[in-house]
């Protein structure tokens, strides 16, 4: 059985920093994409980052480019997500996914088979 087990949400005054980290157990994901979703009350969940496992290849919303950065560590299957200059609109429950990366990337959250429980990341103005 998959299970991504996120954490490191927090409470965090706009222009601070986090950062969030996806575990993964009962697979290995060497042939997937490990992204990063967040939905914010009352709007449809959308995609973050995106990190292939093989390669390392990134990815990135428009909106987080410059201040989110995804990275891996193979040894721990751990993705984690570096957030800066974080902003009130970044405020959201952040959801750690993965893909099969055979079919590339895909930012539609429906196109994701495994998912996290989720992490509160609530920022302050």
């Known amino acids: 059985q998959v299970q991504l087990v996120e954490s490191g949400g927090g409470l965090v005054q706009a222009g601070g920093s986090l950062r969030l980290s996806c575990a993964s157990s009962?697979?290995?994901?060497?042939?997937?994409?490990r992204g990063w979703f967040r939905q914010a009350p009352g709007k449809e969940r959308e995609f973050v980052a995106a990190?292939?496992?093989?390669?390392?290849?990134?990815y990135y919303a428009d909106s987080v480019k410059g201040r989110f950065t995804i990275s891996k560590d193979n040894a721990k299957n751990t993705v984690y997500l570096q957030m800066n200059n974080l902003k009130p609109e970044d405020t959201a429950v952040y959801y750690c996914?993965?893909?099969?990366?055979?079919?590339?990337?895909?930012?539609?959250?429906?196109?994701?088979?495994?998912w996290g429980q989720g992490t509160q990341v609530t920022v302050s103005s």
């Open positions: 009962g697979r290995t994901f060497s042939s997937y994409i």
């Open positions: 990190i292939t496992w093989s390669r390392g290849n990134t």
């Open positions: 996914a993965a893909r099969d990366e055979y079919y590339g990337l895909n930012t539609a959250p429906i196109s994701w088979a495994y």
